[in-house]
């Protein structure tokens, strides 16, 4: 298993990096399948979890952080926090029908990921997302 992680400025122009990050991860896995079309897709869910941490779980003078753990059968992407938390299971769908700005940033990754979990500790949250891709 590799692994690979970053610390970031809780800013919003952190997210510039989140996207050639994740391409620069997925480009060590070999003979990855649909490489272009996951590539896109875990940089979106990357950006959108940074994004939320950032927005929603940040706090000014703590860093957030983004992770990669991948192996051959899949990745799993963590983000964590500093701030007070959030019940993932109390997230509403968004509203398709008003088309809100936002809302739409956890039923995109529940959407294209396998798998997403949350966990609150006291050194922080971390959202975890998990993405297989054996068999694919």
């Not at 989140?18 to 940089?43: G, K």
């Not at 959108?48 to 940040?58: K, Y």
């Not at 006291?122 to 993405?131: P, R």
Request: proline fraction near 5%.
């Amino acid at each position: 298993m590799k692994c690979y992680s970053i610390e970031l400025p809780a800013k919003l122009e952190s997210l510039r990096i989140a996207a050639p990050f994740t391409a620069a991860v997925l480009l060590e896995i070999p003979n990855l399948p649909d490489r272009e079309h996951l590539i896109h897709d875990l940089a979106l869910v990357s950006s959108e979890a940074l994004t939320n941490a950032i927005r929603h779980g940040a706090m000014v003078d703590m860093p957030v952080s983004l992770g990669y753990s991948l192996d051959a059968n899949g990745i799993t992407i963590t983000v964590t926090d500093h701030g007070s938390g959030f019940d993932l299971e109390a997230v509403a769908l968004p509203e398709f029908d008003q088309m809100p700005e936002g809302g739409y940033g956890l039923y995109i990754m529940k959407s294209i990921m396998d798998d997403v979990r949350y966990q609150k500790s006291t050194t922080g949250n971390t959202l975890i997302l998990t993405k297989t891709w054996k068999g694919r």
